[in-house]
Nanobody
Framework: QLQLVESGGGLVQPGGSLRLSCTAS????????IGWFRQAPGKEREGVSC????????YYADSVKGRFTISRDNAKNTVYLQMNSLKPEDTAVYYC???????????????????WGQGAQVTASS
């Protein structure tokens, strides 16, 4: 079974940057659509960004457009989420997830994803 591992979370001042990584062992991530989601305390999990298997299609939630960038490095079997200009409202546990369907696009619908990582805490606070 595909197991996803997030890393790169931490504490950063507002306006700062972090890069999250999502990796997998034994399976090739470019066989999957990958999404990033987040869940803040007391709130529902929400979609942040996703990337198609070929990396030719990306999608971002309005709240992170222009600040976050998703990318894939197939040689390293890793998907990244570069987060710039972080705001206190970006504070949440961030999850990567994999969609095994064969569609060419990606979506931020939680139900579309079959596998989930354990999450990484991101805190933007002074």
């Amino acid at each position: 079974q595909l197991q996803l591992v997030e890393s790169g979370g931490g504490l950063v001042q507002p306006g700062g940057s972090l890069r999250l990584s999502c990796t997998a062992s034994k399976f090739t991530l470019d066989d999957y659509i990958i999404g990033w989601f987040r869940q803040a305390p007391g709130k529902e999990r929400e979609g942040v960004s996703c990337i198609s298997r070929r990396a030719d299609i990306t999608y971002y939630a309005d709240s992170v457009k222009g600040r976050f960038t998703i990318s894939r490095d197939n040689a390293k079997n890793t998907v990244y989420l570069q987060m710039n200009s972080l705001k206190p409202e970006d504070t949440a546990v961030y999850y990567c997830a994999a969609d095994s369907s064969l569609q060419a696009m990606c979506s931020l619908a939680l139900w579309a994803y079959d596998y989930w990582g354990q999450g990484a805490q991101v805190t933007a606070s002074s």
